[in-house]
Nanobody, 115 residues
Framework: QVQLVESGGGLVQAGGSLRLSCAAS????????MGWFRQAPGKEREFVAR????????YYADSVKGRFTISRDNAKNTVYLQMNILKPEDTAVYYC????????WGQGTQVTVSS
């Protein structure tokens, strides 16, 4: 089992940047595929980005491709989401996800992008 704690959210103007971090507990972090999801008010939770256990493969939602970058540091048990050229429609609670045979979730961090 793994516990996840997100940080780095906040309020930013459109066009700005934020970097989210997700710190994981446990010694087996490297075996998990890690991802970021988000949920805007009144909407379903949606996929944002995913990274393989080695960091060699990444996947993005079309809505963030070219603006967001997911990365991981297995030595630090941390996954990151660099978000650039932020838009008001990126406003949401962002959740970290760890996946092996089960899904594990963090508590979420709020990102608000003002126009």
């Amino acid at each position: 089992q793994v516990q996840l704690v997100e940080s780095g959210g906040g309020l930013v103007q459109a066009g700005g940047s934020l970097r989210l971090s997700c710190a994981a507990s446990g010694r087996t972090f490297s075996r998990y595929t890690m991802g970021w999801f988000r949920q805007a008010p009144g909407k379903e939770r949606e996929f944002v980005a995913r990274i393989s256990w080695s960091g060699g493969s990444t996947y993005y939602a079309d809505s963030v491709k070219g603006r967001f970058t997911i990365s991981r540091d297995n030595a630090k048990n941390t996954v990151y989401l660099q978000m650039n050229i932020l838009k008001p429609e990126d406003t949401a609670v962002y959740y970290c996800n760890a996946r092996d045979t089960s899904d594990y979730w963090g508590q979420g961090t709020q990102v608000t992008v003002s126009s």
